[in-house]
């Protein structure tokens, strides 16, 4: 990432949104931004024009172990600034709002999350499994995920069948 | 030197048969039963002439395709030119297992091929392969060639209902679309031969092109609009929209495998001869002719995208109908004009 | 009273024309579709669970397996992200070289939809065509790499090898030829009544509707928006060549066609100047073996064919990625399809598949 969104910038959005947090001291924070303000935080920073973040370029989930972390990267085209915003969730019921009212173009990568990772979207036009089987059990990105071996494999013996 | 003469006059095969004939007489001396045998060559001999034409345009088309596409084509079945390919082909097809879909109207299903390979067989049978020599020389033969090749419609539906697949649905009822929408235009483009020649009898016509000028010098838009309905009816590209493999996979075809698949081909390549036969009949360049425009044909369906099923429906009815209709009109008024001279 | 039904038509995975194995169920009335939904995932190899367990420097062939006909481009976004977390300077040559395969692979790849295009309106010559030269562009990358396919020639800190030294002229040979095989294009296809008819004003989209599913790439550049990631980013030395971006007018499947078809001389010309202005020196940056970025988490991206191509790596400090998140391009743009497909007829549905060019190994990752 080449130009990050000035520090100026940040504090407006934390003044605008108190429970943002993010680490002044680091060159490039991510804002952190409660469950429950996502959808507020990326339509303001979509609309208010000192921001104009039209782009939602990236939208994964991380998987730390005790948290989930969600990340949304937007992108300022006609400025060239990106900012990143996190979300921090529970690592038992992972749920979060869906962004796709404010970037309907979240749809597939709200879906995939869900599907490798497990992140519950509320308010999502149509959440299913994307990549794996309908009735595939686990989310296979999730660090506590062990792989079971194929059913069908068969181990060969030493000396023929 | 008389037998040369009476070639002349008769052509070859009206002289064969009229020599095979004379030696039936020596052996049967009945009318009846040399009648019958002599049926029986025909019927044997127009087959024959099926069977070879599929043969050897399966191996044109695969090589003109392949020259076209900047590739060698067939080489390694019966030489270096692959000569064999397509009897490799016709086997290949013969020795694979006949699968039957699940939930088939089986009946239907079986009958589909059988009989899409009847009309295109029968056709034949009017065809003037050279002078004198129609199996049947009736008198309405083109009007009864046309009422024939249009039986082909209701094969491809059968297939396609019978098929329990969608595809091949799809395909059965654009097969109806396509064929009834084409057939207007080109009917309406053979009736200016037809006036022109005043008669519906093909050896009449064929007659009438060995002292005129040919017909497609005298009616060359007839010709290429003939040229455009006779790609439709033989589902070749750009209106291949029957089979379509890149949208409903084969369509009517999609279920079928060896034999009643190679049925289903064996029709598409004795609609292709037929087709290509129709508007040049046969004078002493006959078979020339037929390859020239059979090449057409597989020239068209390489090189050409194929079209939509509005567009081609569109361009049927708004295109191909009025032209041919202005071109029946201005025969008439030639050939009054004519008279009036 | 005789009534119409609509029906569901499942087109794939085992289809000629999805590309791979993509499955769209079209909602259809008649040949009139109602609805078409994308199902992916049926070749999910799950290339980012694997990332996670390789080290930096292996997670290279992976990426090959993403888009597999523009592999050079997939491990150009990789070796960038890497780069960019373990801040390793690429010698300049090496960045040169990086152009030169990644716009030849450009343009490989866009042959392949020329190709493919083609093929789905049925003219299967203009395939064969496209395959042939596309074998010209593969023999270059054989004397580069010895690959044609999965090529692993970007490595993290700069490129395997150098170039070989008859490359120039190979090269040189190529870009020689690329107007003649292009104006066999324009003869066969570009030219062709039906070919035009086929693609005018088919599956139409406006740009607010391409914003909104946020497509990249060829596909937003035909609606007319002139997002080039090498243009916006500027990464690499693409700052220092100059390549316009051609953009369409009506994004329908036509300006889909002629974008890719146009971004290919764009392609040429860059490889022309990057083969000329080529700097002597080092092929590779010097970096420990066993690479430990710092703790931290980059999301870098580069203009892939099929457009932006990210990659999100987040690292614990150890030699393992903790986290590799890819966008796929052909992924997301997937998401159009259905305002693409919408009260369009069957045969077009095939254009619309072939237009947004989505590529089943990235898709389903």
Known sequence: MKAYIDASLLAILKEKFPSAEYDSEATQPAVYVPAAEIVAVLSFLRDDERFAFARLENLTAVDYKTYFEMVYHLFNWTAGVWITVKVKLDHEQPMVASVTGVFPGAEFEEREVYDLMGVGFTGHPDLRRILLADDFEGHPLRKDYVQIMPPHVRRIEKGGR | ?341 | MPQTETYTLSMGPQHPSTHGVLQVRLDLDGETILKATPYMGYLHRGIEKLLESRTYVQGVPYTDRLDYVSSMNNNLGYCRAVEELAQIEVPERAEYIRVIVAELNRIASHLVFIGSLAIDLGASTGMLYAFRDREKVLDLFDLVCGARMTFHYIRVGGVSADLPPEFAAKCDEFLKVLPEFMQEYEDILTGNEIFQYRLKGTSRMTKEQALSHNMTGPNIRAVGIPFDIRKVDGYGVYPKLAFDVPVGENGDNWDRYRVRYLEIYESAKLVRQALDGLPEGDFMAKFPKALRPPKGEVYSRTEGTRGELGFYIVSDGGPKPYRVHIRRPSFINLQGLDDMCRGMLIGDSVAAFSAIDPLMGEVDC
């Not at chain 2, 068209?300 to 567009?311: A, G, N, V």
């Open chain 2, 1 to 341: 030197m008389e037998i040369w003469n009476t070639i002349m006059e008769q052509g070859v095969l009206a002289t064969a048969s009229e020599i095979l004939r004379w030696f039936f007489m020596l052996v049967f001396a009945s009318e009846l039963i040399v009648d019958i045998i002599m049926k029986g060559i025909g019927i044997g001999a127009i087959l024959g002439v099926i069977s070879v034409a599929a043969i050897v345009f399966t191996y044109a088309e695969r090589k003109v395709c392949a020259f076209m596409q900047v590739r060698i084509g067939p080489n390694r079945v019966g030489g270096r030119y692959g000569l064999l390919q397509s009897i490799a082909d016709m086997l290949k097809l013969m020795s694979k297992e006949d699968i039957i879909p699940e939930g088939c109207d089986r009946v239907v299903w079986a009958l589909a091929p059988m009989l899409l390979f009847v009309p295109s067989a029968l056709i034949y049978a009017f065809f003037p392969f050279d002078k004198g020599a129609a199996f049947a020389d009736v008198n309405v033969g083109v009007f009864l060639m046309l009422a024939i090749s249009s039986q082909a419609v209701l094969p491809f539906l059968m297939s396609g209902y019978a098929s329990n697949s969608k595809y091949a649905f799809i395909g059965g009822i654009r097969t109806v679309a396509q064929m009834l929408s084409y057939e207007a235009p080109m009917v309406f483009s053979l009736l200016g031969v037809v006036m022109l020649s005043g008669s519906m009898r093909m050896c009449d016509i064929v007659e009438a092109q060995s002292q005129q000028l040919w017909f497609i010098l005298m009616q060359p838009i007839a010709f290429v609009v003939f040229v455009i309905s006779a790609t439709a009816e033989t589902n070749r590209t750009p209106f291949d929209l029957v089979e379509d493999e890149s949208e409903i996979v084969a369509g009517p075809f999609a279920e079928y495998s060896g034999m009643r698949w190679a049925l289903f081909f064996l029709a598409e390549y004795a609609n292709l001869l037929s087709v290509s036969i129709l508007f040049l009949p046969g004078v002493v360049w006959f078979g020339l002719k037929v390859l020239a425009m059979v090449f057409v044909f597989m020239w068209f369906r390489w090189t050409f995208p194929r079209t939509r099923i509005d567009q081609m429906l569109a361009f049927s009815w708004k295109v191909l109908l009025p032209l041919a209709l202005a071109n029946v009109l201005f025969t008439g008024v030639g050939i009054y004009a004519r008279q009036w001279m």
